[in-house]
């Protein structure tokens, strides 16, 4: 009997709300349509005009490319090269870290740049937010500065040669060479000096890793790596001669125009 009962209750319950149904969806609130974005375009490209959803992907890829233009169109290049190779010969593994490496070549690449910078902002990029020159005007004033100092590091060789590679001759002024070519010859050039440096802080630590490599011979203890033993001498040395010092100096110096 109860489970008559119960069986009945829930028969009257799917009764009354299949009943009360289409009460139910004419009291629902009608959810209201959303309006359509209207299409908003910032810019122009000729004639044509460029949407936002366009200038947020070439400003999403511009900021990509920053690290790549950090590394070939300043003295990070050269200076993490250089500092790579000093640990190298030093022989102390990943001791500095590569960590501590970047960061000491990028505060060293923003001492030697900022004269640079401040001559690009000073010369274009600050009249430009002022409103006093058109954008065309302050790239090329802004520019200038480190085209100056792209110049002053590239060999004429290296110039050369991607001139001809470009299918170009001779220039007739620094102004005249194209961006690309500038900037593969100062990479490459770059490149150069960087182990021209790194060859010069290798011959001390090969010549105390050749005397210690002698004494062992002479000693008879074949077995024992001369490494081992020459580590800890190159390590004193480079303190003793201020070595860290002595090398942030000399890569600083070594740029021309600054």
């Not at 060293?108 to 006093?132: E, N």
């Amino acid at each position: 009997m109860p489970r008559l009962r119960l069986s009945r209750v829930l028969i009257l319950l799917a009764l009354l709300l299949v009943a009360c149904a289409p009460l139910l969806a004419l009291a629902a609130p009608v959810a209201p349509q959303m309006p359509t974005l209207p299409n908003v375009t910032v810019g122009r490209i000729g004639d044509a005009p460029v949407s936002v959803p366009l200038q947020t992907l070439l400003l999403m890829t511009a900021i990509t490319l920053l690290p790549s233009l950090l590394l070939v169109m300043t003295a990070f290049t050269r200076i993490i090269i250089v500092l790579a190779l000093l640990r190298q010969a030093l022989g102390t593994g990943q001791t500095p870290s590569n960590q501590i490496l970047v960061g000491l070549a990028l505060f060293l690449t923003a001492m030697i740049m900022m004269p640079v910078w401040q001559k690009a902002w000073d010369l274009g990029f600050a009249p430009y937010l002022d409103g006093r020159i058109d954008f065309r005007t302050a790239w090329d004033l802004g520019t200038s500065p480190l085209r100056g100092f792209m110049l002053a590091q590239v060999r004429e060789t290296d110039l050369m040669t991607f001139a001809g590679l470009a299918g170009h001759d001779t220039y007739s002024g620094p102004e005249a060479v194209p961006f690309p070519v500038l900037v593969a010859s100062f990479v490459t050039s770059e490149l150069k000096t960087a182990f021209e440096i790194g060859f010069l802080i290798f011959i001390p630590f090969v010549i105390i890793d050749l005397v210690v490599a002698s004494v062992l011979m002479s000693m008879g203890m074949m077995m024992l790596s001369p490494m081992l033993i020459s580590a800890p001498f190159k390590i004193l040395l480079f303190v003793l001669v201020d070595g860290w010092v002595l090398t942030v100096g000399t890569l600083a110096a070594s740029f021309n125009g600054v």
